[in-house]
C-alpha cells in the first residue's frame, strides 16, 4: 500500500476545531465536511489540496474533541496520509476506524516541508522526500491495520471479512 503526494505543513497542536470547525458539525455529508477541511488554520486548504496530498504536522495532531469528523474531513478532502510526530490518542483511534492512515515520524516531520513530494510505502513505514532525496523511517501498520485501512475502515474491514 503506497500514497504520494504534495505536502501541507502545520505546527504543533492542530485541533479538531482547526480541522473540521464545530459551525459544520450539523451536517453528516462527507464532500460537505471535505469542503470545510482545514479553513480556520489554512484558508486555501480547500482550493489547493489534489487526491494523495499529504499533511505534515508537528505534534499533538488532532487535540481536542473525540469527534469523527476530523479524520473524516481529511480522508474526504483527498489526503492519502497525515504524518506528525505525535498524534492525539483518540484522533489516531479515529483515524485508523475510519480508513485514514497516519504515520508517527519525528524525524520525517523535522526534514518535510511544505510543498515537497513525498511518496510513503505502509508496508514497510518508509517514507520519502522526492523533492530533497531523502528517506525517513516510521514504524510500519501491523498487518491488521493495513487490512483495516485498504478497507476504507473498520466498518468496510467488518463487511469484508463476515
Known amino acids: 500500500m503506497k500514497a504520494k503526494g504534495r505536502v501541507f505543513k502545520y505546527g504543533d497542536n492542530v485541533d479538531t476545531d482547526?480541522?473540521?470547525p464545530a459551525r459544520y458539525l450539523n451536517t453528516s455529508d462527507f464532500k460537505e465536511?471535505?469542503?470545510?477541511c482545514m479553513e480556520d488554520i489554512d484558508l486555501e486548504f480547500v482550493n489547493k489540496v489534489k487526491p494523495g496530498d499529504i499533511i505534515v504536522a508537528n505534534k499533538n495532531f488532532g487535540c481536542g474533541s473525540s469527534r469523527e469528523h476530523a479524520p473524516i474531513a481529511i480522508r474526504e478532502s483527498g489526503v492519502s496520509c497525515?504524518?506528525?510526530s505525535t498524534f492525539a490518542r483518540i484522533f489516531y483511534r479515529n483515524a485508523?476506524?475510519?480508513g485514514l492512515p497516519i504515520l508517527e515520524c519525528e524525524e520525517a516531520v523535522a526534514g518535510i516541508d511544505a510543498e515537497d513530494e513525498v511518496e510513503i510505502d505502509f508496508n514497510n513505514g518508509v517514507i520519502k522526500n522526492l523533492t530533497k532525496q531523502e528517506e525517513y523511517k516510521a514504524e510500519p501498520f501491523p498487518e491488521f491495520m493495513q487490512e483495516i485501512i485498504?478497507?476504507?475502515g473498520l466498518i468496510g474491514y467488518i463487511n469484508n471479512n463476515k
Do not use: Q
Open 82 to 84: 497525515v504524518i506528525a
Open 18 to 20: 482547526v480541522i473540521i
Open 150 to 152: 485498504r478497507n476504507k
Open 33 to 36: 465536511l471535505a469542503a470545510h
Open 96 to 98: 485508523i476506524n475510519i
